[in-house]
C-alpha cells in the first residue's frame, strides 16, 4: 500500500522558468494539502485540494502559484517565474476526509539558481 | 533510526482543566522539535517550534512546549484548555539532511464541557 509519492525529489531550476511539482495520494485518499518549509521554518499550509475543487488557498502566494488536483492523475502545484525565495522544500499530504489523519510524503526540494 | 513516538491516541480533558500531551522522539543529532495542530478541514497549523536556546517554548493560542534532552522528550502543555482546542495534535522533528519531516502518529484531544 504505497504512501503519498511526491516528484520529483529534487527539482532545480533558473530564475524565471517554471516549477511544477507532482502529489499522488494515498489510495482512496480525495484530499491532498500542500505545505512549504522554508529553511529553518516550520510547515506552512498553502492550499487544500479535492478532487477538481479547491477548499482553501488562504495560505498560497497571490501571484504564480496554483494548484490543481484533477479527476485524473496527480494534484500538481505550479510555480511560475520562479524566485530565489521560492527556494524551499514542498510538503504533500493526502487523507480519506477532512476529519482523518493526513499522510505526508517525503517532499519535493526545489532549488532556484 | 529516527522516530517520533506519541503514546497516546486519545485524551479527554475537562474544559479549563490543564493539559500535557507527550511526544518523544530518537533522532542523532539535536533536532528539530515542532508540534502542529489539525482541526477538522483544515491543514496543519504551527504551534511552536524548537531549534536551540531556551528549552521552554512558547507558542500560539496559549500553548508551550519544554524541551528535555535527557529525556528525549518534547511535551506540550496548556494550563486551561478551551473546547476549541479539540482536535488532532502532531509531534514532528526534522528536517534531516534529506529534508525528510518525521511525524508522530498523532494524538487526538477531546474536551468535556
Known amino acids: 500500500n504505497a504512501g503519498v509519492m511526491q516528484n520529483p525529489r529534487h527539482l532545480v531550476r533558473r530564475r524565471g522558468q517554471e516549477a511544477r511539482l507532482r502529489c499522488s495520494p494515498m489510495k482512496g485518499h480525495s484530499h491532498v494539502y500542500w505545505y512549504r518549509q522554508l529553511p529553518e521554518e516550520g510547515l506552512k499550509f498553502m492550499v487544500y485540494l479535492q478532487k477538481e475543487n479547491i477548499i482553501d488557498e488562504s495560505g498560497m502566494p497571490k501571484e504564480r502559484f496554483s494548484a490543481e488536483f484533477p479527476k485524473e492523475g496527480p494534484s500538481i502545484l505550479r510555480i511560475q517565474q520562479v524566485v530565489r525565495g521560492d527556494s524551499a522544500a514542498y510538503f504533500c499530504?493526502?487523507?480519506?476526509?477532512?476529519?482523518?489523519?493526513?499522510?505526508f510524503g517525503d517532499g519535493t526540494r526545489l532549488s532556484i539558481l | 533510526a529516527q522516530s517520533v513516538t506519541q503514546p497516546d491516541i486519545h485524551i479527554t480533558v475537562s474544559e479549563g482543566a490543564s493539559l500535557e500531551l507527550r511526544c518523544n522522539y530518537s533522532y542523532g543529532a539535536t533536532p528539530y522539535l515542532f508540534w502542529y495542530v489539525q482541526s477538522p478541514g483544515q491543514g496543519l497549523q504551527l504551534l511552536l517550534k524548537y531549534f536551540s536556546g531556551d528549552t521552554l517554548v512558547q507558542g500560539i493560542k496559549g500553548f508551550e512546549a519544554e524541551f528535555k534532552r535527557s529525556q528525549s522528550s518534547f511535551n506540550l502543555r496548556k494550563p486551561s484548555v478551551h473546547w476549541s482546542d479539540a482536535a488532532e495534535y502532531f509531534c514532528?522533528?526534522?528536517?534531516?539532511?534529506?529534508?525528510?519531516?518525521?511525524f508522530g502518529k498523532g494524538t487526538r484531544l477531546h474536551i468535556l464541557p
Open positions: 514532528a522533528v526534522g528536517p534531516n539532511r534529506d529534508d525528510k519531516i518525521i
Open positions: 499530504a493526502s487523507s480519506a476526509d477532512n476529519n482523518q489523519p493526513q499522510h
